[in-house]
């Protein structure tokens, strides 16, 4: 077990001690925060526990990781003002998270039943469901001039540009801090950010959040949109290919984001009503792909190379010029798409279904997916059946060594 | 507003024994109450707070009966202008004492129901009574004729609770979960101008259910600091937040603008506060331990 907890007398003899970091509640981190006393060298993942995946490592769990059935992501803005401040809450949040991806409480509750227990308890009797929690920094953040960050932002960290038939709501947009979620249990998945937030009272707020959900073929293989069609077949997997598309090398941005990566989130609103009315050929001339197979048009199987050049007997493009994946490769840009779908109930104004993707993509640089998009631009086909309604782009902090924390090359004065 | 006049005391016995023949229900649920202290009255040391606090409950209906009397009076006279300026703040006393007065689960309705209420309760509009029916007269009929018994029985009513809340005993319970109900309070009716939906005054309410909270922080304050010092700064500092949001609406003295100019980042900004108060306001606990 790696069941850490801190009594009292010793959490006071560690801070007594002064030891660099010791995430204890300092002042104002009032409620939960004051119950946990976690020092984030200590806590460790339980490699014996089932369906877990580590949260120490070089890189971040969630970007690489098999995709998981269900995630919750959750945007937040800060009212900390401080650089001290911001560091204290991702020390206090390390060794949260390492917990939580044990399948543990975030604390152990107390045994007076005058206060609230410590973790709100909905993940009890549930396990890990191969939960990753993988954290990230926007725009804004480096914005704040009481932080003094702004010397560390990297110049790819900037809200990306309009691109054609957007429509961006404000409310979607954007934030200081990302947590992403994703585990193979919806209520693991929420309660891991609810409790990260709850223990943050008073320094982060929601400013919005998304659930989104994928589901797996039984023999495996990628996974189905709300279109019916396969997401994620073109996506780097072999270490090497991650290397060059998704982690950011030693000199290729600021030195703290070494090892990170960008992740852009794109909540795509699709038009379920006209695409239930179109043609199956028209769908799959659309995507560029068959339905069924996944395999480029032309072609049987889905891994099939896409040869956009290819013709039918009179001379005809097998995938049309302006179809998804015909412009998409044109681009001739990488990217690790990692995308879930999402139903959020009905558009008001119209009583239509309020569902689609929830693009999300990592990369070590912001301009791949930009190039994509704009490759896109007002041609692609798709674009018929779809709108962008929210966007945001964070810089995916690296991963954490044990006995570190969470961003600590982001605030170390190097 | 301390002094408790002799005939409020005569009113105050002569209606208790009036409730006590005539309101079967309401006794019983005072006898809850008393029973309840005595399985959970296990902190003999905090009998000054209990009773600090037993006489601001007190005092607030003292005023709330007061001011009760007066925009009765209003109302009956038909002085429109005058009831409406009375109204929002004479609730106010009545919104401090919430965890007290709600502790009488006939009358709250009673006194403070709103049509939505009644009505999820499957009861017809002609059942309602109170405070909010007569916001309903004076703002959306403005008139008050019709309801001249409504406001009669408002007062019968208030001075009912004003008897029943001479004898509630205050448990340690009543303050820590008080203090987070009455923000609960806040955040589910207050800041979705669900609680005055005609007169729009909910930043009065909502005013009112701080202080109240404050006043049960500021009652327990030496024995929050004796077991966390850091946790009673902490409800200091997120009580002045609140505070400080609030003053922004106060429009004069004591007066707050409607709920209907705030916008939607007003109530977000409000609502974000709340919870940052409410979660360190959940640890009050603590002293019990």
């Known amino acids: ?414 | 507003m301390k002094f408790k006049s002799l005939s409020a005391i005569i009113i105050a016995s002569s209606v208790l024994m009036a409730a006590c023949s005539s309101d079967e229900e309401t006794a019983k649920s005072s006898d809850t109450t008393a029973e309840q202290t005595e399985t959970t009255s296990i902190t003999p040391d905090l009998q000054p707070q209990l009773d600090s606090y037993q006489s601001f409950a007190s005092e607030q209906m003292d005023a709330f009966l007061t001011e009760t009397e007066k925009f009765v009076t209003a109302f009956k006279a038909g002085n429109i202008e005058e009831a409406k300026s009375i109204y929002p703040l004479a609730r106010m006393y009545y919104e401090r004492s919430e965890p007290i007065a709600e502790s009488f689960g006939d009358l709250d309705p009673i006194i403070d129901g709103r049509l939505a209420d009644i009505q999820e309760e499957g009861k017809g509009k002609e059942e309602w009574t109170g405070y909010h029916k007569l916001e309903y007269a004076l703002w959306v009929e403005n008139k008050t004729e019709g309801y001249e018994e409504v406001a009669d029985q408002l007062l019968a009513d208030s001075k009912k609770l004003y008897a029943l809340v001479q004898t509630v005993e205050v448990i340690p319970d009543t303050m820590l979960t008080g203090a987070v109900d009455l923000l609960n309070e806040v955040s589910t009716s207050k800041i979705t101008g669900e609680e005055e939906i005609y007169s729009h005054t909910d930043l009065y309410d909502f005013k009112a259910n701080i202080e109240g909270a404050e006043k049960i922080y500021e009652i327990l304050k030496d024995k929050i600091k004796e077991k966390d010092a850091t946790l009673a700064t902490t409800l200091e500092e997120k009580f002045a937040a609140v505070n400080d949001l609030l003053a922004k609406y106060e429009t004069t003295d004591g007066n707050y603008a409607s709920y209907e100019e705030l916008t939607d980042e007003n109530t977000k900004e409000l609502a974000t506060a709340v919870n940052e108060l409410g979660e360190p306001l959940s640890q009050l606990g603590i002293i019990l331990e």
């Open chain 1, 1 to 414: 077990m790696s069941d850490q907890k801190i009594t009292r007398r010793k959490m006071l003899k560690l801070s007594g001690m002064t030891i660099a970091g010791v995430a204890i509640g300092a002042s104002g981190f009032g409620g939960v925060a004051k119950a946990l006393g976690y020092d984030f060298m200590q806590v460790d993942d339980n490699t014996s526990t089932k369906n877990k995946i580590n949260f120490y490592g070089r890189y971040q769990s969630g970007i690489s990781t098999p995709v998981q059935k269900h995630v919750y992501f959750a945007s937040l803005d800060t009212s900390l003002s401080t650089k001290e401040e911001l560091q204290k809450l991702f020390q206090m949040w390390t060794p949260l998270a390492v917990r939580l991806t044990n399948g543990e409480p975030i604390g152990d509750s107390s045994s007076n039943a005058y206060v609230p227990t410590v973790d709100t308890g909905e993940s009890m009797n549930l396990d890990a469901s191969n939960l990753t929690l993988t954290f990230g920094v926007g725009p804004s953040l480096f914005d704040k001039a009481s932080f003094g960050l702004t010397s560390k932002k990297p110049s790819e960290l900037k809200d990306l540009p309009h691109f054609p038939k957007d429509q961006l709501d404000a409310a979607l947009c954007g934030g200081d801090i990302c947590i992403q979620a994703c585990a193979d249990d919806p209520q693991v998945a929420f309660h891991a950010v609810r409790n990260l937030i709850r223990a943050a009272s008073g320094k982060v707020t929601l400013k919005w959040a998304q659930t989104g959900f994928n589901s797996m073929p039984k023999d495996g293989g990628t996974p189905r949109n709300l279109f019916a069609f396969k997401d994620g077949t073109v996506n780097p997997s072999k270490s090497e290919e991650l290397k060059q598309t998704v982690w950011i090398g030693n000199g290729e941005s600021k030195g703290w984001l070494t090892n990170g990566t960008y992740l852009i989130f794109r909540r795509i609103q699709m038009h379920l009503e006209t695409w239930d009315r179109t043609s199956l050929k028209g769908q799959e001339e659309t995507f560029g792909r068959h339905r069924d197979s996944g395999a480029p048009i032309g072609m049987k199987n889905e891994f099939d190379q896409v040869d956009i050049t290819s013709t039918d007997a009179n001379g005809k493009l097998l995938i049309p010029e302006n179809s998804h994946i015909s412009l998409a490769k044109k681009a001739k840009r990488s990217i690790l798409r990692r995308a879930f779908s999402y139903s959020s109930g009905i558009v008001e104004s119209t009583g239509n279904y309020d569902a689609g993707l929830m693009f999300i993509s990592f990369q070590k640089d912001p301009q791949a997916f930009i190039d994509i998009q704009n490759s896109l631009g007002r041609v692609d086909r798709l674009n018929e059946y779809i709108t962008h309604r929210g966007s945001a782009i964070f810089a995916c902090l690296p991963g954490v060594e044990k006995g570190s924390y969470l961003g600590e090359n982001l605030f170390s004065t190097l």
